[in-house]
């Protein structure tokens, strides 16, 4: 087997991800190695968001090829055996060079895995890797089957019926026709001959999707526009304010980031992300630094309950949206919304920013005053103007009926503290915070370090009561209260299970915990106990009131 690193896509030759047979004779002749029948498989074009290409060779040879050097230690193989080894390689590249004319520059990396290297590394016999040999007295032999001689125990997989894709598909069947009671089987088979599940159209959307643009709004803010891969019309829908959770390759696995969607929802051929470029953020780097137009990233959505339909949730009274910084992201997609449903009601902006070039979205800001008569915008340079304070808010909320916040944890806290104190009912005040890569590192290394205290105590698992007279539930060590909740099937409020948005709150009325607020409380509710249940980690035993 020949595996090959490239530095440019296969896609480049003509290739677009189906497999290739080179077959110099069909009528049985072996050729010597390097000459006879070859699998070239391009798996890497079937991920339309790779950043980097690999492409497989594999040529069925007799083991005997490395009789030779058979019984020596890896490390002691003798020049023989990598001389060997290179004349394979260059024989089969040049078989691709002569079937792809400038595949050979393409190649970053080749390395070749004989009989021999899989007999080492995978303790295969003689080489082989596709399961038992395929011969009729395997076939017939009493140990070919799921069942076997252990009480409770059975096999699934390729071995258990034939070889291949298919033998692993049918040695699954036979297994579940074994395990499952007649019941189960029957659900089974239906679901089978049903052509199995209809997606839930309520879920969110999971695909890939192109950069068809990048804009630099501020020194530290790009938009990203994201269009199907065949430029027609997006594969899902949106409520103004939600999110997108974005799969990014910088990685040996990817990493997942959320972003607010930018554009309005009335869009059907694109979505839009605005994202700030944090200096130690792994995936804020990647989009700013590396992202190129053109290239495809997997994504899912839309998520999040920040939301608001102007058809249905803009009545009397006054619309306040308050933004810090790059939170002004989602509000965009309100203020588009408003526009295009035409609503002529009262809406006030509040955006804080840290300097005059950090004003992101100005332009399009000033185009939605010509389409809303009732907007009011007031933008805060906090170097110059100074933070939005109770002051400020005072003139805006004696009539708001609705406020949308997003922005730095501890503006919110403030905020929420200011509209508390001016009556603004907290049911009215609805919250989006940022989420980073890191405080999910965070969140893991506090759990890990609570299981392995509560091990060190002989702890398995805390209880975590509830007011009202709900039955309390079970949290293992290391597991958010939300996990618990969902884990014992006791409904919580929820939404992203992250932290960006504040669905999920509970309040804490006594027990000891490991948490982090998001800014989605104010002082006095923090005081109170007012947690988000995602981001709580009970250290023992815990009460909480939903």
């Given at each position: 087997?020949?595996?090959?690193?490239?530095?440019?896509?296969?896609?480049?030759?003509?290739?677009?991800?189906?497999?290739?047979?080179?077959?110099?004779?069909?009528?049985?002749?072996?050729g010597a190695p390097g000459e006879g029948t070859l699998y070239v498989s391009f798996a890497s074009l079937n991920n339309p968001a790779a950043r980097f290409h690999t492409v497989e060779v594999v040529e069925l040879v007799d083991p005997g090829v490395v009789d030779r050097w058979r019984g020596t230690p890896e490390e002691e193989r003798p020049e023989s055996y990598r001389a060997l080894k290179d004349d394979l390689a260059g024989r089969l590249i040049a078989r691709l060079e002569a079937q792809w004319p400038g595949f050979r520059e393409a190649i970053a990396f080749a390395e070749l895995a004989t009989p021999l290297s899989f007999e080492t590394y995978q303790h295969s016999v003689l080489g082989s890797f596709y399961g038992l040999a395929a011969t009729p007295q395997r076939l017939r032999s009493s140990r070919a089957g799921c069942r076997t001689p252990v009480?409770?125990?059975?096999?699934?997989?390729?071995?258990?019926?034939?070889?291949?894709?298919?033998?692993?598909?049918?040695?699954?069947?036979?297994?579940?026709?074994?395990?499952?009671?007649?019941?189960?089987?029957?659900?089974?088979?239906?679901?089978?001959?049903?052509?199995?599940?209809?997606?839930?159209?309520?879920?969110?959307?999971?695909?890939?999707?192109?950069?068809?643009?990048?804009?630099?709004?501020?020194?530290?803010?790009?938009?990203?526009?994201?269009?199907?891969?065949?430029?027609?019309?997006?594969?899902?829908?949106?409520?103004?304010?939600?999110?997108?959770?974005?799969?990014?390759?910088?990685?040996?696995?990817?990493?997942?980031?959320?972003?607010?969607?930018?554009?309005?929802?009335?869009?059907?051929?694109?979505?839009?992300?605005?994202?700030?470029?944090?200096?130690?953020?792994?995936?804020?780097?990647?989009?700013?630094?590396?992202?190129?137009?053109?290239?495809?990233?997997?994504?899912?959505?839309?998520?999040?309950?920040?939301?608001?339909?102007?058809?249905?949730?803009?009545?009397?009274?006054?619309?306040?949206?308050?933004?810090?910084?790059?939170?002004?992201?989602?509000?965009?997609?309100?203020?588009?919304?408003?526009?295009?449903?035409?609503?002529?009601?009262?809406?006030?902006?509040?955006?804080?920013?840290?300097?005059?070039?950090?004003?992101?979205?100005?332009?399009?800001?000033?185009?939605?005053?010509?389409?809303?008569?009732?907007?009011?915008?007031?933008?805060?340079?906090?170097?110059?103007?100074?933070?939005?304070?109770?002051?400020?808010?005072?003139?805006?909320?004696?009539?708001?009926?609705?406020?949308?916040?997003?922005?730095?944890?501890?503006?919110?806290?403030?905020?929420?503290?200011?509209?508390?104190?001016?009556?603004?009912?907290?049911?009215?005040?609805?919250?989006?915070?940022?989420?980073?890569?890191?405080?999910?590192?965070?969140?893991?290394?506090?759990?890990?370090?609570?299981?392995?205290?509560?091990?060190?105590?002989?702890?398995?698992?805390?209880?975590?009561?509830?007011?009202?007279?709900?039955?309390?539930?079970?949290?293992?060590?290391?597991?958010?209260?939300?996990?618990?909740?969902?884990?014992?099937?006791?409904?919580?409020?929820?939404?992203?299970?992250?932290?960006?948005?504040?669905?999920?709150?509970?309040?804490?009325?006594?027990?000891?915990?490991?948490?982090?607020?998001?800014?989605?409380?104010?002082?006095?509710?923090?005081?109170?106990?007012?947690?988000?249940?995602?981001?709580?980690?009970?250290?023992?035993?815990?009460?909480?009131?939903?």
């Amino acid at each position: 087997m020949l595996f090959l690193g490239m530095d440019r896509s296969p896609a480049a030759f003509g290739v677009r991800g189906e497999n290739h047979w080179f077959m110099p004779d069909l009528d049985g002749f072996h050729g010597a190695p390097g000459e006879g029948t070859l699998y070239v498989s391009f798996a890497s074009l079937n991920n339309p968001a790779a950043r980097f290409h690999t492409v497989e060779v594999v040529e069925l040879v007799d083991p005997g090829v490395v009789d030779r050097w058979r019984g020596t230690p890896e490390e002691e193989r003798p020049e023989s055996y990598r001389a060997l080894k290179d004349d394979l390689a260059g024989r089969l590249i040049a078989r691709l060079e002569a079937q792809w004319p400038g595949f050979r520059e393409a190649i970053a990396f080749a390395e070749l895995a004989t009989p021999l290297s899989f007999e080492t590394y995978q303790h295969s016999v003689l080489g082989s890797f596709y399961g038992l040999a395929a011969t009729p007295q395997r076939l017939r032999s009493s140990r070919a089957g799921c069942r076997t001689p252990v009480k409770g125990l059975f096999v699934a997989g390729q071995d258990a019926w034939g070889p291949g894709v298919v033998g692993a598909l049918a040695g699954g069947l036979m297994a579940a026709n074994a395990v499952l009671r007649p019941r189960q089987l029957g659900t089974m088979w239906r679901a089978i001959r049903s052509g199995g599940v209809a997606p839930d159209p309520a879920a969110p959307w999971h695909g890939y999707l192109r950069v068809a643009a990048i804009e630099t709004l501020t020194p530290t803010v790009r938009r990203i526009r994201l269009e199907p891969l065949d430029a027609g019309a997006m594969p899902f829908s949106f409520t103004a304010g939600q999110y997108l959770k974005v799969d990014l390759p910088v990685a040996v696995e990817p990493i997942e980031r959320s972003y607010s969607i930018c554009s309005g929802p009335g869009e059907n051929g694109f979505a839009e992300i605005a994202v700030k470029h944090e200096p130690d953020g792994l995936g804020s780097t990647f989009l700013h630094e590396e992202l190129a137009v053109g290239q495809a990233l997997r994504v899912s959505g839309p998520h999040g309950e920040f939301t608001c339909d102007p058809a249905h949730d803009l009545t009397a009274g006054t619309l306040l949206l308050i933004a810090g910084g790059v939170g002004i992201t989602p509000l965009m997609s309100v203020l588009a919304a408003a526009a295009d449903a035409g609503h002529t009601g009262r809406i006030v902006l509040l955006a804080s920013f840290r300097a005059e070039d950090e004003v992101a979205f100005r332009p399009e800001i000033e185009a939605l005053r010509e389409r809303l008569s009732g907007l009011e915008v007031s933008i805060f340079v906090t170097g110059r103007k100074g933070r939005i304070g109770v002051d400020v808010l005072r003139a805006y909320t004696e009539d708001a009926h609705r406020v949308h916040l997003c922005g730095p944890a501890s503006m919110m806290q403030d905020l929420i503290g200011h509209l508390t104190e001016l009556r603004v009912p907290r049911e009215a005040i609805h919250t989006e915070a940022f989420v980073s890569g890191r405080s999910n590192e965070t969140r893991r290394e506090k759990a890990h370090a609570i299981a392995l205290a509560a091990a060190a105590a002989g702890v398995t698992e805390f209880t975590i009561g509830m007011t009202g007279g709900d039955p309390a539930f079970s949290c293992h060590p290391g597991q958010s209260v939300l996990d618990a909740a969902n884990a014992a099937d006791v409904p919580l409020p929820q939404s992203c299970g992250e932290g960006a948005c504040g669905t999920c709150r509970v309040r804490v009325v006594s027990g000891a915990y490991e948490t982090d607020t998001r800014g989605m409380f104010s002082n006095d509710e923090l005081t109170a106990g007012w947690r988000l249940a995602c981001q709580t980690l009970p250290t023992e035993d815990l009460m909480i009131a939903p």
